[in-house]
């Protein structure tokens, strides 16, 4: 499980493995106690750690974490996140979209907005045809629709503006 994890304006890539994890492609050797619900003795590296969970925000994925002291916001973004990202697209509530990508190359089989056509979050906007399935692209939030920037059966490349919004 791909993560990504910032803190301090540094970020680590995190895979989450079955038997092992891994921090920017290098295994993680750890040992980790629980102490309280919210606290851990932790050892690496032949050093000891307190760690504390202070804030855990599990919808925004921010935590507010102290270790040995010390405090970090870490905020993580999961593979969703990430290819939400990609696309031009944001989970985040609250930010203004302003276009929706192609999330693969295939086929424009289906266009269901037009232009000035006000959408919602979740709002079918478009089908995407590739490798075979049809892919409903909804609307990552609330907007008016600006501009459609592909035609019906247009062939689409990964990342390619399908649609603005205003």
């Given amino acids: 499980m791909l993560q990504v994890i910032t803190a301090n304006e540094k970020k ?6 079955k038997d092992e994890i891994l921090v920017d492609d290098i295994a993680f050797d750890w040992d980790l106690h629980p102490l309280q619900p ?7 590296n032949n050093k000891s750690y307190v760690a504390e969970v202070i804030k855990a925000d599990f919808k925004q994925k921010s935590f507010l974490i102290k270790i040995n002291g010390n405090q970090y916001e870490l905020n993580i973004k999961d593979r969703f996140d990430l290819l939400l990202e990609k696309m031009g697209m944001s989970v985040d509530e609250g930010i203004k979209i302003n276009e929706v990508k192609a999330p693969m190359p295939g086929l424009i089989i289906s266009i269901k907005v037009e232009p000035g056509q006000t959408v919602k979050k979740g709002d079918p906007i478009l089908i995407l045809e590739a490798m075979k399935m049809e892919n409903i692209i909804k609307s990552p939030g609330d907007g008016i629709v600006k501009a459609i920037k592909v035609k019906l059966r ?6 390619q503006v399908l649609i603005q919004f205003g």
């Fill in 38 to 44: 919210n606290k851990f003795h932790i050892i690496r």
């Fill in 12 to 17: 680590w890539q995190v895979d989450i493995k």
């Fill in 154 to 159: 247009d062939n689409v490349e990964k990342n």
